[in-house]
């Protein structure tokens, strides 16, 4: 998807030091630029977390962020039926232990939520939205979206994704037949979890 990748090259560039933290501009970034290309598109808060597992496959846990404030402690974007996000394949930047690589998230809401990646929506924002809890960033997150808008405009061709697409249970099924060691791990993962174990 050309918008994930012309928004993860302008954090990377932008944020060289904490691009990972980044998500409230990775997700207006891509809901402006969606918006441009004429999807319905909506801005969500709130908590995220998914799987991860240690490179070498032998340690795993949830990661992410929130648990259960009642303010977005993460945000991403919501499109067609689909949650648009940057934000797990940024997970292992911060993980506690050396991390599995992870994909970029397109997933498909009428698939549901697996339980190797969890988002609990606290808000969905209008398309119009100022977020007038956050002025300090609003006008470097302006910025932001402008160099991405004037990125997004001087792009020809595809730019490469920097991971692959997860869009659904067939693609984390062809990526694990690959040899990803996320894909093959999250499929172990969600054959042997209780979902009462999930933190939701």
Same mark, same amino acid.
């Given at each position: ?5 012309? /928004? ?17 501009? $990775?997700?207006?970034?891509?809901? $402006?630029?969606? !918006? ?7 801005? $969500?808060g709130g ?9 070498s496959g032998?340690?795993?846990?949830? !990661? ?7 303010? =977005?402690s993460h945000?991403?974007?919501?499109? !067609?039926?689909?949650? /648009? ?69 001087? !792009? ?5 994704? *920097? ?5 659904? =249970?067939? $693609? ?26 999930? *933190?939701?």
């Amino acid at each position: 998807m050309r918008t994930l990748a012309i /928004v993860d090259n302008a954090l990377r560039n932008e944020f060289a030091d904490d691009f990972d933290k980044r998500c409230l501009y $990775a997700a207006f970034a891509v809901f $402006a630029l969606l !918006q441009d290309e004429g999807f319905d598109t909506r801005l $969500a808060g709130g908590d995220f977390v998914a799987f991860v597992v240690a490179r070498s496959g032998g340690r795993a846990g949830l !990661q992410g962020f929130g648990y259960g404030s009642d303010q =977005p402690s993460h945000f991403w974007v919501e499109v !067609q039926d689909t949650i /648009v996000d940057l934000g797990p394949h940024y997970l292992p930047h911060g993980s506690s232990f050396a991390a599995a690589a992870m994909p970029l998230v397109a997933w498909q809401l009428s698939d549901g939520l697996p339980v190797y990646l969890r988002y609990r929506t606290h808000m969905r924002y209008d398309p119009a939205v100022q977020l007038q809890s956050f002025p300090d960033v609003m006008a470097r997150k302006d910025r932001f979206v402008a160099g991405c808008r004037a990125k997004y405009a001087a !792009q020809r061709g595809q730019p490469r994704l *920097p991971s692959w697409l997860l869009t659904g =249970p067939v $693609a984390l099924e062809l990526a694990a037949r690959e040899g990803d060691v996320w894909a093959r791990n999250a499929l172990k993962f969600a054959a042997g979890i209780d979902r009462s174990q999930l *933190p939701f």
